[in-house]
Structures are given as structure tokens and as C-alpha cells.
């Protein structure tokens, strides 16, 4: 039996997911944190059942992640669990802070509690750069959320920082920037968009309703990225990363590259509504992820184009035809 063991919190999602994989490729015993629903939430890590373990835990109660730790006795912990979503920080800003922010504090705790050799991951976000005052970010751009979410991450990452220098844990936060896949959920853009691209094609709708077109961002694809993780991890010192492809793209180019990958032009179906419309917006993230390459040697091996025209790919085999597209 491997004695690397990893914790993973938020292995439901899309990260915790391809993480996941990964770690068990790697010979790790895998565990899951998972918190309780009334109906299962483990779609993305349906084919992994029997081989890693789920335990049921909440980033919101402090015994339950003590519990976890105990249980699971891991040498790594991935923090990949959060509200997510964006907008919904809006609508929730007191539980986004809950999870987001305050619940990494609640994590690290519980290992200097439990076990203070763990080497600790934190899920740190691009949209902690908001407004930013250069282009592109590194480690030492200053943070300006535009996001009760991008506030919220600030907090989880400065605390991993703090505990790493208050009590010596090898706690590192990777800084990743916008990352898709298939398992993206439908109401991030690039998945909405290319949901929506599929379901016109297959005649299942006409039109698609969309905020910002404007805004950049610096698109990679979900696998590279839990790659960099667990290389942040093996490295020999503990240190924050960014985590980029380097190149920026609008919303506007994705539209254009999933509908074109489809034979459709999107001036007959998408529609600016204000409905998606932020209050605040994070008008360029795109990232320098110099120090990653050179440290840990890590590349993105996917590009824009392939993600996107991967992820038109599974939508319309998933919405029931597969389309040999030519255009
Ligand atoms: P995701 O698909 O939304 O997954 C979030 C996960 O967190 C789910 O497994 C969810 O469980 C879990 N969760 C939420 N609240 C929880 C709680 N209170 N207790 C336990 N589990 C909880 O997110 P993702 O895209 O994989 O992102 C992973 C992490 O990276 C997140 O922290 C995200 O903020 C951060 N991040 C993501 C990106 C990106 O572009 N994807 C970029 C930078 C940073 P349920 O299944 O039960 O809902
Ligand atoms: O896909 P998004 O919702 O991702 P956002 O807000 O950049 O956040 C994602 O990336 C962060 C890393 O920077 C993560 F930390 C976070 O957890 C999440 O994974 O929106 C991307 C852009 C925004 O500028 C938004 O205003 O797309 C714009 N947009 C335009 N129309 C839309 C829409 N976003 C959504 N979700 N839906 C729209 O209809």
C-alpha cells in the first residue's frame, strides 16, 4: 500500500476530479471530502468509485474536517472545495466568505491540530487580481478584488501565507487562472457557451444569452492545471504560484471559436442581456506563469483552440448526436 495519501477537498468538482485521476495515477491513496446532500453530487467521480475513499466532512464545521484528517491520515491536502461561482458571491457574500475564505483558516487549524508534517494546498484564484494595475499578472501584482468571491479568495490565500510563516507548515497557495473542461459547470461561460453553440446545432434552441463580451481572460484546460498542484507539492520549498497559459482571449473570441467550430454565426443567436451583467467585473485577468516553468517545469500541454473545440465536441455527443463537423 502507497504511502502517499491525499486528501482532497472538493473532489466533486471539476478539479477534485481530474485531481483525482491523477493522484491515483501517481500510486496515491486517494480520499475524498465530501459534504452531505440529499442527493449525490459525485457525477465527475462516478468512474472512480471503489477506488478512492469518500468521508463526509463540511469546510464549515471544524470538527468534521479534524475528523477527516484522522481518518484519512494524509502526508497532502488539495483545499480544492469553495462557492465557486462568481455571481453567486453577490447573492451570498457572508457564505461565500464562510467557505471561501474562512474555511481554509478551519482547514489549517485542523492540521496543526491533527498533523503539522501535511503539505497544504490552497486553491488561490486570478480573481483575487480584480483591477489590475498591469498586464500580465505574477506573484507580486497587488490584489484589487472586484468579487465578494475574489475578497473571500484573498483571505484564504493570505492566511495560507500567514500560517506558512507563523508555524513553518508547508502550505502553499497555486494562484490559477481560468481553467475548463467538459466537466466545467454550465453556468461558467466557456461551458455555457459551448453548450449552447451544441444545442442550437442539434436544433434544441435558438438562441444564447450572454453578459460581458468583453472581458478577458486567460482560458487553460482543468487537466494541465491539478498538474501544477501536485508539482507545487513535490517541490522542495514552499512557495505561491501562478498558474496561466499567458495568452488572453474575450468572451467575445470565445463565441466565435465555438460557433465556428459548429458551421453557425453567432450574430443570428447570441444576445447581450444585462441579467448577466456584474457589478463589478474583472475586465483582463492574463497571467506570467515564468516562475512555474522555471521552478517546476510545468507547461500547459492544451491549447485555446483544442480546449474549446473539445468541449463543443463533448456537448453535442452529450446532448445525444455526434456531429462530424466540418467547416
Ligand atoms: P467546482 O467545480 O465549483 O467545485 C467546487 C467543489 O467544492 C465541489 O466539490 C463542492 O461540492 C465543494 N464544496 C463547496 N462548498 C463546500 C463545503 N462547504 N464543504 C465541502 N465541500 C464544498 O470548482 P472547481 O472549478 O473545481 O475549482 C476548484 C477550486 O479552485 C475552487 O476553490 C475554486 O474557487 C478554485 N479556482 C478555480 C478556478 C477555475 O477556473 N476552475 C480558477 C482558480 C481557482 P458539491 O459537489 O457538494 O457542491
Ligand atoms: O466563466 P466565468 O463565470 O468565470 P470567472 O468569473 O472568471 O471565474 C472563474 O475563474 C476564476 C479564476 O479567475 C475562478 F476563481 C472562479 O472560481 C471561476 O472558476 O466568467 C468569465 C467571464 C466574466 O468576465 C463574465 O462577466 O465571462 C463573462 N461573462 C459574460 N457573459 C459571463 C457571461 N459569465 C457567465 N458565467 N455567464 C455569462 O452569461
Redesign the pocket.
Same mark, same amino acid.
Not at 187 to 190: G, I
Given at each position: 500500500m502507497s504511502d502517499r495519501r491525499a486528501l482532497i477537498t472538493g473532489i466533486t468538482g471539476q478539479d477534485g476530479s481530474y485531481l483525482a485521476e491523477l493522484l491515483l495515477d501517481e500510486g496515491y491513496q486517494v480520499f475524498g471530502m465530501v459534504r452531505r446532500a440529499s442527493t449525490e453530487s459525485s457525477e465527475r467521480i462516478a468512474h472512480l468509485a471503489g477506488r478512492v475513499t469518500l468521508l463526509q466532512a463540511d469546510l464549515l464545521d471544524q470538527f468534521s474536517l479534524v475528523g477527516a484528517l484522522e481518518e484519512a491520515r494524509p502526508t497532502e491536502v488539495y483545499n480544492l472545495a469553495?462557492q @465557486? +461561482?462568481?455571481?453567486t458571491s453577490w447573492r451570498q457574500p457572508v457564505l461565500t466568505a464562510e467557505f471561501s475564505g474562512v474555511g481554509v483558516t478551519r482547514m489549517l487549524e485542523a492540521i496543526r491540530m491533527v498533523d503539522p508534517s501535511v503539505r497544504f494546498y490552497q486553491a488561490s484564484? @486570478?480573481?483575487m487580481f480584480g483591477k489590475v494595475p498591469e498586464a500580465p499578472q505574477n506573484e507580486l501584482t497587488p490584489f484589487y478584488p472586484r468579487s465578494p468571491?475574489g475578497v473571500a &479568495?484573498a483571505y484564504g490565500h493570505f492566511i495560507t501565507v500567514n500560517y506558512r510563516e507563523s508555524y513553518d507548515l508547508f502550505a502553499v497557495s497555486g494562484i490559477? +487562472?481560468?481553467h475548463e473542461s467538459p466537466r466545467r459547470g454550465l453556468? +461558467?461561460?466557456?461551458r &455555457?457557451i459551448t453548450d449552447g453553440a451544441a444545442r442550437i446545432k442539434l436544433g434544441l434552441a435558438d438562441e444564447l444569452?450572454?453578459?460581458?463580451?468583453d472581458?478577458k481572460?486567460d482560458w487553460g484546460f482543468a487537466g494541465d492545471y491539478v498538474r501544477a498542484m501536485l508539482m507545487m507539492l513535490r517541490h522542495h520549498e514552499p512557495t505561491d504560484y501562478v498558474v496561466a497559459s499567458g495568452e488572453e482571449h474575450s468572451?467575445r473570441d470565445l463565441v466565435e471559436l465555438a460557433f465556428e467550430h459548429v458551421g453557425l454565426d453567432p450574430e443570428r443567436h447570441v444576445r447581450v442581456d444585462p441579467a +448577466?451583467v456584474?457589478p463589478t467585473? @474583472?475586465d483582463r485577468?492574463v497571467g506570467d506563469a515564468s516562475k512555474a516553468r522555471r521552478e517546476l517545469g510545468w507547461e500547459p500541454r492544451v491549447s485555446f483552440r483544442e480546449m474549446v473545440e473539445m468541449m463543443v465536441d463533448a456537448d453535442l455527443a452529450r446532448l445525444g448526436e455526434r456531429h462530424d463537423v466540418t467547416v
Open positions: 469553495a @465557486s +461561482f462568481v455571481p484564484s @486570478s480573481e468571491y &479568495k490559477l +487562472f481560468n453556468e +461558467f461561460v466557456t &455555457k444569452r450572454l453578459g460581458n463580451l472581458a481572460r468572451v +448577466f456584474r467585473e @474583472s485577468l
